[in-house]
Structures are given as C-alpha cells and as structure tokens.
C-alpha cells in the first residue's frame, strides 16, 4: 500500500497507523484495550518523533529520554510505536541485534503464548519497555526514580553526558492511586524538572464516567505539589503539545504536569467517550467504521502504509543517532568512561567487599543486626560509589544512615547526594528505587517489617523486573516489644517469601550480617529483602561454632552434635537461632544429640543442590523443630508433615521484649521442653498458640 493511496498527511499517517495497528491486534486477541492507544497516538507520536532524545538503534543507550507508558493496558499504543520507530532488540547480554524489538509478527501474536507483545508492557522481555506497567499508578512512581537517577548521575559523571528526561505517559487510574500522590509530592519537593507526566484527561474508566468516583481538581493538586501544570485542550492538537513539551523543557525548577483533554475510542463512532471502548475489542463492524472514519481502508489488517517507518526513521531515528554519535564521543573523553560501563552491567568494582567487618564474639549484650548491617552497608557503599541509600522517614532506627564523607543528603541542588530522605511514603520510596534500579543506579530503602505491607506492589514489580533493589526492613519481629501488634509483623516473612524472585535473608547475627549483604549484593539481578532486628543478639562464638559463611548456601550447620548422628533438628532464622542454641546445649547436657541449622534465606538453600540439602537436612529420621517469630507458614517445607513449628498464630502484644517473648513462648526453656516433647513422641507436638487458632 503506497502513501499516495491513503489521502492523509504523512503525519497524519503515521498516528492513523498507530491507532489502526492497535485496533487490529486487540480485535485478533480478541481481547486488550483499544480505547486510550487510538486517542493517545497523536501525543506518543508528537513526542517521540520531534522530542524524544531516543535511539531506535541501541535502546539501552544510557542518556535516552525515558517514555513510561503508566497505563499500561494501553500497551498496543506502545509496541505500535517501537514497531514503527525500529526500536532494535538487545539480547539477555545487552548485545545489540539487528531483530526488531517488536515486528509487525509479534503484534500480530499480541497476548499470546511467548510473544514480545504480552498483555501489559513487560521490562526485560521487550526491549524498548523502560519499566513493566499494568498496576495502575507505579508506572508514573517509578518515572520519579528514573528523574532521580538521571540528576544524580548528570551531578557524578558530567550533564554532558546524562542529562536525560523521562516522560511518562498516565490515565486517570494512575492519578487516582495512592502511590501517585505519594510520587508527586516527592517529585514536587526534589524539584525534578527533568520529569513531564502526560495525564489523558479522558473522564472514563472502566466503571463508566469518572465522575462516579473522582472530581478532583488535578490542575489545583499539582500546583499545590509545585508542579508545572499545563493544558492541552485536544490531544489531536499537535502544535499545542509541542509547545506544551517545549514549555517543560524551559522549566527549570520544578516538574511537569502536562493535562491532555482526549476521546477514548477516538474515531469509533459508537463507542467513542464510553467505557465500552476501555477494554474489549472494538467488533468487526466498528473496526470498519471506525477505519473508514480515519480515511483508512477498512479491509486492510495490520497495514503500515509506504513511507511511515521511514519517515519515524528520518525524525526520531536520525535524531537519536546523532545525539547517541556525540554522546559516545563525550563518553570515550571521559575519565569515568570505565565505571559508566560497569554501572551499566550491574557489576561491581574490584575490592567492593575486600574490607567487610567481621564481628568479635559477643554472647552476653549482643548487637542489633541492623546496627551491625549498618556498618557492613558503610563499608559497601564507600566502595560502590552508585549505591544510593534511601529510608521512609526512618533512616536512624532502621540503620541505614551512611556516615562516610562525601555521603549527603539528596536533595535540590545537591543532587550528587547518597541518602535520599522519602519522606513517610513507602509506595514512593519503593517505585522510586525501581526507577533508579532500571536506570543502573544500586538503591536501597528501609522501613519497619510490618510496613513493608505499604511497599508490596511496588517490591513485586521489582521482583517481577528482576532488579537488584535491596529492600531493608528492621524490627522484624514480636521481639521489637512495647510498640504492639501494629508494628509486630507476624505474616510478612511469610508473604514475602510467597514472592518469586525475591530472595529474603534474616542474618542471625552481626557475623551472618556481613554475609547477608554479600548474598545480596550478589544478586546482581534480583531484589533481596533483609530483614533486620531491633533488639540486640547474641554475637555467636564462632570458634565455637560454625563461620558464618554458611549464609552464602542460605543455610548451613551452625552447631552439630557430639557422639553420632542427631537426632533432633533445630531450625531457626534470625533473632530465634540464639534460642535454637540455648536448647540445643540444654540437651546436650541431658545426653540429647541435637543439631542446629541456621537457615536465613530460604531461597538461596532451595537453590543448592539437593546433596547439599539433604547433608545439612538429613532424612535419617531425627525429630525436626522449627523456630520463627512469624506465621508458620512454609516451614512444613523444612521440618515436615512430622515435625513441630514454634511461631505465631495470632498478632502480638504491646508489652516489654522479655514480656512478650514468654508470652508467646519464645524462651531457650519453651523450645527446650518442645524439643524434648517432641523428641518423647517422636514427631510432632502442638507448639505456641496451636490450639487457639
Ligand atoms: C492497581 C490497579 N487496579 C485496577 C486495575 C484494573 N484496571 C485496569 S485499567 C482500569 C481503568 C483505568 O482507567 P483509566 O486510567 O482512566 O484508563 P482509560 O480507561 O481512560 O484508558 C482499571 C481499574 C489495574 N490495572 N491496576
Ligand atoms: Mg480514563
């Protein structure tokens, strides 16, 4: 099909394209939204052909522009402009291909088995997709960490060469989300004025008019957060987006909103403005009228005219190549050229844990682990000079404060800072290390145990992206004391270690500290969780006891018994191993032969072979005890259907450490007569609070 058979503008066609590619491939799946993407393919076609500092050619150039695509159900409206602009695939390995990111093939296989083009724009799966999407309201949140990472690596390695702006594209869902407010105020209060979030101002969702449910004033709100707040009457209206886009590159001191008054559905004559045109195919019938509407041949199916790639070619790819040519000029000047690169793989440099501490023994006050990680994470962070470290407003209870020179506040005009202070905004704090994590910072963030509840969606996506975020929760368990049921997490240990790809590491002691964050920092491409105590512990003897080493298998023998094979397994994490080891020497002055395994993360020991395993868990018939604070959840998997699990089965008590530790039966006396229980009848006995349940 030549140009010259469609009566259209060139401009016009390449956004008719767009709209009809994504109308096509939804009406194929039978299933996806065609609404947002035909009436917001003329602002994703405004910016990324005349704005976008973007090369289809290499998309993991690290100074691009970011586009986020927050409404990620309008995921059509993205792969139809990677397809059209020639956006290149990058393998596993960063090489880059010559393979499309996304052929007209793949968005023939939209929503199918295996395609490039799943349901919802997926990180790491389709190159091009700068952050996975579909969770209302994290996309534009994570848009807020990108702006951060590209401040501060502009402060680190010169403005010349990162000085990239991230657009993020949003829907009325992500406006209303909690996680949005949060972002925004953050962004506001940083002042980030490389970040424009366009708002498709289209008053529906899937309930029906907006009106049902939201009115509030976003013009008012934003100002309010000290944004930059600007209109767009009609999102067909190119010349004023460009100048709305050309006003937020002008504004120096503060982010962007940029207010864009769309149709849903644009061009369907019966479905457009209604929910109808949300999140279902649009039917044969109206995909025809719709076609004709647009001057469109309303038989053709996947048609990108003559002339539409090589017209995204000669905008978007001409720029992007030219601005990616000098900046690679720049960068072969520059004497961080080598740490640019290995910040870029995610690596680490030589010597980033020649210096952990190693903690003398200690068995009578004990340190917290987080205090101990908090010297570990000092260490690590003087030597990794891209590691940020954030906290929700709890920076010195949970220990994350780094004390070397040089390690300041983030913050306007001083962007060069290594602590990021987020405020009480957990949903913002998490999305935002994302957002630095996909833009090859090394972030961490921090809060209390139980509130990692308010981070969850924001983790899962990190999980999701397999990004190396540490998420650093202390106060992990009933031992934080009077602080009560509301701060005593009992279910979160459980839950996310329910999380695939998460790896959670609950160190025992200041020793098995520094070897938890050598497993996390390990994870190169995985988020960890650590998890941290309040209260102090004992700092085992460790020529007493096994290294601490033992964490890098995820568990390991920590104390074995004397005189044959044991016959009671005691198997603890945290703040209960001390209590698996008062037990354990209790009966071993009884005559009882007891083995301690100390099993901090359970993930890395799932990964260990199986004759690993089973040497540290023998299936030789001994009686197995499981120790946690927690909900019991899971731990089957370790002592079996036969075995005794010490935990929690109600929610905590507000009452000193020592208190609430007896109360729930948390004592070396408690595991103590269980162990011996349990050992008398050979199996299994009800442990803590069984019996209320
Ligand atoms: C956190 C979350 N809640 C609910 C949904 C389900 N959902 C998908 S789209 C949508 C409505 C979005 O409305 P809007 O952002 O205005 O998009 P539009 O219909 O205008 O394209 C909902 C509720 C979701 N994806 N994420
Ligand atoms: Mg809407």
Redesign the pocket.
């Known amino acids: 099909m030549t140009t010259s058979q469609i009566d259209l503008d060139i401009d016009t066609l390449c956004i008719d394209t767009i709209r009809t590619l994504s109308i096509d491939a939804v009406q194929k799946a039978n299933s996806g ?1 065609p ?2 993407p035909m ?1 917001l393919a003329p602002v994703a076609y405004e910016l990324w052909q005349n704005h976008l500092r973007y090369d289809p050619a290499d998309p993991t150039w690290p100074n691009r522009d970011r586009f986020v695509l927050s ?4 995921s059509m409206l993205l792969y139809s402009v990677l397809h059209l602009a020639g956006v290149r695939k990058v393998e596993d390995d960063y090489t880059l291909t010559d393979e499309p990111a996304v052929s007209l093939h793949e968005i023939e296989r939209f929503r199918q088995l295996h395609s490039r083009t799943p349901g ?1 724009p997926e990180y790491r799966w389709t190159s091009g997709v700068e952050t996975t999407t ?5 996309g534009i949140a994570t848009s807020v960490g990108m702006a951060l990472a590209s401040k501060w690596q502009g402060e680190r390695f010169g403005r010349d060469l990162f000085d990239f702006d991230v657009y993020a594209l ?8 909690g996680v949005s407010h949060e972002a925004a105020s953050l962004a506001g209060h940083l002042k980030l004025d490389n970040l424009c979030w366009l708002y ?1 101002n ?1 008053h ?4 029906g008019k ?1 009106e049902l449910a939201y009115e509030d004033d976003v013009l008012t709100r934003f100002e309010a957060y000290g944004w930059n707040v600007l209109r767009v009457g009609d999102a067909n209206d190119r010349d004023l987006l460009a100048r709305a886009l050309e006003k937020f590159k002008d504004t120096n001191d503060r982010p962007t909103i940029i207010v864009v008054d769309s149709h ?1 559905g644009y061009g369907s004559p019966n479905k457009e403005d209604t ?1 109808a ?3 279902e195919p649009l039917g044969p019938e109206e995909v025809k009228l719709t076609k004709e509407f647009y001057g469109w041949p309303e038989d053709a199916q996947f048609l990108v005219p003559d002339g539409v790639m090589e017209h995204f070619a000669e905008g978007v790819g001409r720029r992007g190549a030219e601005l990616h040519a000098e900046w690679k000029q720049k960068l072969e000047g520059s004497s961080q050229r080598d740490e640019i690169a290995m910040m870029q793989h995610r690596e680490l440099p030589d010597g980033w844990d020649a210096e952990l501490p190693s903690f003398e023994a200690d068995e009578e006050k004990g340190l917290a682990t987080r205090k101990a990680s908090n010297q570990v994470e000092n260490m690590i962070a003087e030597r990794v000079p891209w590691m940020i470290a954030g906290s929700a407003d709890l920076t010195d209870s949970t220990a994350v404060r780094l004390s070397f020179d040089g390690a300041h506040n983030f913050e306007p005009g001083e962007f060069d800072g290594r602590q990021i202070h987020f405020g009480i905004r957990e949903h913002a704090a998490v999305t935002a290390c994302s957002g630095m994590s996909l833009c090859k910072l090394r972030p961490l963030w921090s809060t209390y145990l139980t509130f990692s509840d308010y981070a969850r ?1 924001g983790i899962r996506l990190s999980a999701i992206m397999e990004l190396p975020v540490i998420h650093l929760f202390t106060h992990d368990s009933i031992g934080l004391g009077e602080d009560g049921p509301t701060h005593q997490p009992i279910e979160q240990l459980a839950s996310l270690r329910a999380m695939p790809h998460l790896d959670v590491i609950r160190p025992a002691d200041a020793n098995e500290v520094t070897e938890a964050w050598r497993l996390a920092m390990g994870r190169t491409h995985n988020p960890v969780a650590l998890v941290l105590t309040r209260q102090n512990v004992p700092v085992f003897d460790r020529s007493k006891y096994a290294s601490a080493e033992g964490v890098r298998r995820g568990g390991y023998v920590l104390a074995d018994a004397e005189g044959g094979d044991p016959e009671l397994i005691l198997i603890a994490s945290g703040s209960e191993v001390q209590l698996a080891l008062g037990a354990h020497e209790a009966l071993a002055a009884e005559g009882v032969r007891s083995r301690v395994v100390s099993l901090p993360c359970w993930e890395a020991f799932d990964r260990e072979d199986a004759d690993y395993r089973d040497e540290v868990l023998p299936d030789n018939g001994a009686v197995r005890v499981a120790i946690e604070e927690g909900s019991t959840l899971g731990w089957e998997r370790y002592v079996g259907r036969d075995g005794t699990i010490l935990g929690m089965h109600t929610f905590g008590q507000s009452a000193p450490f020592a208190d609430v530790e007896e109360e729930f039966g948390f004592t070396v006396e408690n595991v103590t007569a269980l162990a011996r229980e349990a050992l008398a009848k050979g199996g299994k006995v009800k442990a803590g609070q069984e019996e209320e349940r």
């Open positions: 939204h609404g947002a009436a409404n990620g159900h309008a919802h579909g969770p209302l309201g994290q949003a829907g009325d869902g992500c406006l209303m989300e498709d289209n529906i969702t899937i309930d907006t849903i929910e045109a949300h999140g969606p």
